[in-house]
Nanobody, 125 residues
Framework: VQLQASGGGLVQPGGSLRLSCAAS????????VAWFRQAPEKEREFVAA????????YYADSVKGRFTISRDNAKRTVDLQMNSLKPEDTAVYYCAADSGMILSSLTIATNYDYWGQGTQVTVSS
């Protein structure tokens, strides 16, 4: 599976951005897809995921109510709509995917087999 992330940029606090990740290489609808982020000198952290079964959505507490993850199986894309952005949301955002993910492992980056290249999101006035 190849993943290509796009949509990052510079936005003021309180603003919005929409990230998109395009997938190729295998049946997209059977994959668990997720977004992670990594700020300078910090570990990569879980942001949001869509589990491969039942399309359940899961969010980190820090983004719940502000970010929305969605997928379009026909277009083979997974998007992350980010609203009410804060300076602490500044990071490189990565999309990830995996074919065999179990629910209890969704938030662990090392459990994902496929990664996009990352896109920079900067929230600053």
């Amino acid at each position: 599976v190849q993943l290509q992330a796009s949509g990052g940029g510079l936005v003021q606090p309180g603003g919005s951005l929409r990230l998109s990740c395009a997938a190729s290489g295998r049946t997209f609808s059977t994959l668990t897809v997720a977004w992670f982020r990594q700020a300078p000198e910090k570990e990569r952290e879980f942001v949001a995921a869509l589990w491969r079964r039942a399309d359940g959505t899961y969010y980190a507490d820090s983004v719940k109510g502000r970010f929305t993850i969605s997928r379009d199986n026909a277009k083979r894309t997974v998007d992350l709509q980010m609203n009410s952005l804060k300076p602490e949301d500044t990071a490189v955002y990565y999309c990830a995917a995996d074919s065999g993910m179990i629910l209890s492992s969704l938030t662990i980056a090392t459990n994902y087999d496929y990664w996009g290249q990352g896109t920079q999101v900067t929230v600053s006035s």
